[in-house]
């Protein structure tokens, strides 16, 4: 007889007074798909209001990722045909986002490996973010035609000085405890202590966000792995806060090619590979983002996304990037002097009854 046993794509299950979710697609690197959004939300939402849970991990299987982003090519074919999941999936995983960033309870997620994009939503805006020397974080979207969303426009403008507009718009890849260093993870646990810092959480007999705080600690003061090296940005940050400085995405390339220096030319570089409409929809996002609460970040990218899904360059970057692999897209406009005021007003426009409500 073959076996027809499918395993679930998350499981969700109850371990002492912890709720613990874990992402179960290894093959594909934990890609969050609209499935998994749906198994989720209503689990987080009922173990917020029971009382014999009091508190949600959130982990990953296969060790390589914890989740390297959305299910990019479902919505992209959704897209193409006008099917109703380039907006459900968008729409729902951003309620996924705020229940994640208004959750009562301590959320800790465990970004054991590669955390991109949809991953770094199921986990930025929890309260404790444990990173190891296996996190590679990334928001790549200009690269294929999107914008940092889950929530980038609220959290990236509130790193340090201008790191989190160089993330956004270059998708620079950050790596293990420089995670934490950058602000985007709280804590900082060799992956071989992950297992016995877990134990330790779901081991906790009713505990408060300071107890939780004390055993993240305790671990992460164990870890010494790397902490002699420097941030990788380290030298690098009083140019990354002139440089991207300018008042528009036109001043920061400008900034770029006339600074000469070796960073810069590798900044300018990667920047112009970039899709200019995400670069433009990028930067005024995160402007935008840097004063407003997560819920109507979300509502304002809710909208950016439905632009994309209206625009021409995210199924082009997701062909070059993603399909054919080629890595030459034609973006339209080709350039960022050619996207004008008028269609970017338009991206971030209300789409009235159809907007996303929180």
């Known amino acids: 007889m073959m076996s027809t046993h499918v395993e679930p794509e998350v499981l969700l299950e109850k371990v002492g007074r912890a709720g613990v979710i874990t992402m179960n697609r290894p093959k594909v690197l934990n890609a969050l798909n609209l499935t998994m959004i749906r198994q989720i939300y209503p689990q987080l939402k009922k173990w917020e209001t029971d009382n014999d849970t009091d508190f949600v991990i959130i982990k990953a299987a296969g060790g390589k990722a914890f989740c390297a982003g959305g299910d990019i090519r479902a919505v992209t074919e959704a897209g193409k045909v006008g099917d109703p999941l380039a907006q459900d999936f968008f729409r729902e995983e951003y309620i996924l986002n705020n229940a994640i960033g208004t959750c009562r309870k301590p959320y800790i997620a465990l970004i054991d490996g590669i955390t991109m994009g949809g991953g770094v939503g199921l986990s930025v805006h ?44 270059t998708g620079f890849r950050l790596k293990g405890r420089d995670v934490q260093r950058a602000g985007v993870a ?77 960073f810069a030319k590798k900044q300018a570089e990667t920047l112009s590979k970039m899709s200019p409409t995400s670069l433009k ?78």
């Not at 294929?144 to 160089?166: A, E, W």
């Not at 997560?294 to 996304?305: G, I, T």
């Open 186 to 262: 709280t804590h900082f646990v060799e992956s071989k202590k992950i297992p016995d810092l877990e134990k330790e959480l779901v081991d906790l007999k009713s505990p408060s966000a300071e107890d939780v705080t004390r055993v993240l600690d305790t671990y992460q003061n164990k870890s010494s792995l790397d902490s002699d090296k420097p941030f990788v940005l380290d030298k690098h940050m009083s140019d990354i806060d002139r440089l991207f400085s300018a008042s528009s995405v036109e001043g920061i390339m400008q900034n770029l090619k006339a600074d000469g220096s070796e």
């Open 126 to 169: 929890g309260r404790f973010r444990v990173a190891t020397e296996k996190t590679l974080f990334a928001m790549p979207e200009t690269a294929i035609g999107l914008f940092p969303d889950v929530g980038g426009g609220y959290f990236l403008p509130r790193l340090r000085g201008r790191l989190g507009l160089f993330l956004a718009l």
């Open 281 to 358: 929809i990028t930067y005024k996002q995160l402007q935008a983002g840097a004063s407003m609460s997560l819920q109507d970040v979300l509502v304002m990218e809710y909208r950016l996304s439905q632009a994309c899904m209206r625009g021409c360059d995210f199924y082009e970057g997701v062909r070059a990037v993603l399909v054919d692999k080629d890595q030459n897209p034609k973006w339209n406009p080709s350039t960022v002097e050619e996207v004008s005021d008028e269609s970017l007003e338009h991206c971030f426009s209300s789409l009235g009854e159809r907007d996303l409500t929180l």
